[in-house]
């Protein structure tokens, strides 16, 4: 067994080597341009961690030159693709404290967002539709938050339109995960947790779909407390802004003995 693993690791040494190590002395002399071309042509061609390699290579030895700001900008896009998130986000965040005045750094906090928005998205996903506001919302929140910067940051940047996009979606997500959790503590009959929570979305989150489900929650936790003058008030507002809404004779159906 331990030869067979020896043997591995030897494979493993020697196809890293394979990869960059044998053109390393031709690299030292190679100009800029051809260090960058030849990084970029790796990662167009997928050659991921041949890109990774040269990127590093050209970012360490030159630093602070366009090419090798560039390279660093690349490099945490390359992290991105191969899934290496917290590589991607550690890479992102050198380049903005490094480079605040590079003309793509709105690139960077893009790119932040993008990592955030497709983070703990599993192969499954992919093939099954599952509902995003019921699993963690942490990255939801901190992509909402890097988009959020961009915009403030570079409001006139040609990544803006797609950032208000995926806001709106994560908006929507954030939104639906309070009703989730909301519901839970009605079901659990902790009652004051559940109006506190669905009027977190009222107030914070209006306009999204989740809203008229949270009217009903805090209408219904208002009845079962008999905050009855409060119930109403909501049950009001729900009739008034969604009169089809399904959950409107399920409150007006809670009578307390």
């Known amino acids: 067994m331990l030869k ?5 690791i030897l494979i493993v040494s020697l196809s890293g080597c394979a990869l960059f190590g044998k053109d390393e002395d031709e690299a030292n ?53 191969i899934g290496n998130q917290e590589q ?22 893009y790119l932040q967002g993008l990592i955030n928005f497709n983070r703990n998205k599993s192969l499954t996903d992919r093939f099954i539709r599952t509902d995003p506001s019921q699993r963690d919302v942490s990255s939801a929140y901190a992509s909402f938050q890097n ?4 915009l403030e940051r570079f409001p006139n940047s040609r990544y ?25 503590y009605l079901r659990r009959r902790a009652f004051i947790a559940a109006i506190n ?22 209408a219904k936790a208002y009845r079962l407390i008999e905050l009855d003058d409060l119930a109403n008030d909501t049950l009001r507002v729900l009739k008034m802004n969604h009169p089809s809404h399904p959950g409107i004779p399920e409150v007006e159906s809670i009578v307390l003995n």
Do not use: C
């Not at 709106?168 to 909301?182: D, F, G, M, S, T």
């Open 88 to 109: 991607a986000l550690s890479t992102t965040d050198r380049f903005i404290r490094l480079y605040p005045q590079n003309p793509h750094v709105d690139y960077a906090y």
């Open 29 to 81: 002399n190679w100009t800029l341009e051809r260090l960058y071309s030849e990084a970029k042509r790796s990662m167009q061609r997928q050659n991921y961690n041949r890109a990774i390699e040269l990127y590093e290579f050209l970012e360490t030895r030159y630093p602070f030159g366009v090419y090798g700001q560039q390279a660093l900008l690349d490099l945490a896009y390359v992290y991105y693709k």
């Open 160 to 184: 803006t339109e797609d950032s208000i996009k995926r806001m709106v979606y994560l908006r929507n997500v954030l939104a639906q995960n309070e009703v989730h959790v909301a519901s839970y």
């Open 147 to 150: 988009f959020s910067e961009l």
């Open 197 to 218: 929570r669905a009027r977190y979305v009222v107030e914070n989150y209006s306009k999204t779909p989740s809203v008229p489900d949270a009217l009903v929650i805090m």
């Open 4 to 8: 067979i693993l020896s043997t591995i």
